[in-house]
Nanobody
Framework: QVQLVESGGGLVQPGGSLKLSCAAS????????MAWYRQRSGKQRELVAG???????NYADSVKGRFTISRDNAKNTVNLQMNSLKPEDTAVYYC?????????WGQGTQVTVSS
């Protein structure tokens, strides 16, 4: 069973930065695309950023220019560097991958942007 474990969430002031990490296990990490999603209170879960096995990236319009997704295939990790954070970035952030028809999620990490 694939395991995804997120870390790095917390409380940060507007304009601040956080780096989220997702450690994957029980998966041939290097051959799968990875993604970060978030779920804001009362909202549906939404894609934040994705990265393919060869490093191509895509971002939600709301985070372009502020967030950067990266992966380290040697360490089986995918990271999300979040800069210039806004209160509307407050959400639970989830790591995600899919293997064929199966989808896998981490347990989520809370990010709160507030003064």
């Amino acid at each position: 069973q694939v395991q995804l474990v997120e870390s790095g969430g917390g409380l940060v002031q507007p304009g601040g930065s956080l780096k989220l990490s997702c450690a994957a296990s029980r998966i041939i990490f290097s051959i799968y695309s990875m993604a970060w999603y978030r779920q804001r209170s009362g909202k549906q879960r939404e894609l934040v950023a994705g990265i393919t096995r060869v490093g191509s990236t895509n971002y939600a319009d709301s985070v372009k220019g502020r967030f950067t997704i990266s992966r380290d295939n040697a360490k089986n990790t995918v990271n999300l560097q979040m800069n210039s954070l806004k209160p509307e970035d407050t959400a639970v952030y989830y790591c995600h991958t899919a293997i064929g028809p199966e989808t896998y999620w981490g347990q989520g990490t809370q990010v709160t942007v507030s003064s």
